[in-house]
């Protein structure tokens, strides 16, 4: 069954499938860490290091997204789910879409569909990000994310953690954060607040057999 609801007219039917992933997608890990860290090796920036069971766990909890094109389902973007602060706040974190697919929006479609499966698993908590990415900043901006300082993101020493520690800086800017006091860095941050769009739509429609799948998870 196609589930891929992010297609509107806007967009012609490219043949990219973006969904919620699960358990079947195991066999893609290994190529979604791989296209992450040759992209950052290629933008010569830092990443927070992922595993292989890290990525498959977020499959099978269906905490991640990610495009399959043609009918050879070839892998073309991804990006996960995590919640932080006792699931007060949750980001979509580790988006990567494969060059030859960018600028296509196949990003806006991921994110779309992200922030539609954040929004119904846990619909009180704040929606958040850290990006240097033009892109990135657009396709929050367009679903509802404003700039903000860091003081109002989470305090959840874990996802800072995914920046670097003194020991292990992931970020190639880790020791501006820490002279900063986790106050600026070359990062934005972004914040949706559920609160200030009640009644608001979501993105997209997902398929029935992920909302069900839903009902059954915390
Ligand atoms: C960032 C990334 C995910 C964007 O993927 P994409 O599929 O090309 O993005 P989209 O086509 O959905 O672009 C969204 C918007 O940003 C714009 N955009 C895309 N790439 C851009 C760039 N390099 N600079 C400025 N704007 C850009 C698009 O034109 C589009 O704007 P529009 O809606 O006004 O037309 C992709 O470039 C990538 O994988 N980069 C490496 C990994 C990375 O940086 N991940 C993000 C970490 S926070």
């Known amino acids: 069954m196609r589930n ?3 297609k509107t007219a806007e967009w012609e039917d490219d043949g990219i499938e973006v969904m919620v992933a699960d358990a079947s997608h195991e066999v893609y890990v290994d190529t979604i860490l ?4 040759d992209s950052a090796r290629k933008r010569g920036s830092g990443i927070a290091t992922r595993t292989h069971d890290y990525l498959a766990t977020k499959m099978r909890e269906r905490k991640a997204i990610i495009a399959l094109a043609g009918p050879e389902r070839e892998f073309a973007g991804f990006c996960y789910i995590e919640s932080w602060g006792n699931k007060s706040f949750v980001a979509n974190s580790g988006l990567i879409v494969v ?3 960018r600028k296509h929006h196949l990003a806006t479609r991921i994110k779309r569909t992200a922030f539609t499966l954040s929004r119904l698993r846990w619909p009180e908590a ?5 990006t240097s990415q033009a892109a990135v900043m657009k396709i929050n901006t367009s679903l509802g994310y404003v700039p903000v300082t860091f003081a109002e993101l989470t305090d959840d020493e874990a996802y800072w953690r995914g920046c670097g520690t003194p020991e292990h800086p992931c970020c190639q800017n880790y020791d501006i954060l820490v002279r900063t ?3 600026y860095c070359i990062c934005t941050g972004m914040l949706y607040d559920p609160a200030d769009h009640v009644g608001e739509p979501l993105p997209v429609e997902l398929p029935e057999e992920v909302i069900k799948d839903l009902e059954n998870r915390v």
């Not at 791989?34 to 860290?37: F, G, H, M």
């Open 4 to 6: 891929d609801s992010t």
């Open 126 to 130: 704040k929606l958040f990000g850290l």
């Open 34 to 37: 791989e296209t992450i860290s």
């Open 181 to 183: 006091g986790r106050k």
């Open 99 to 101: 060059e030859k697919f």
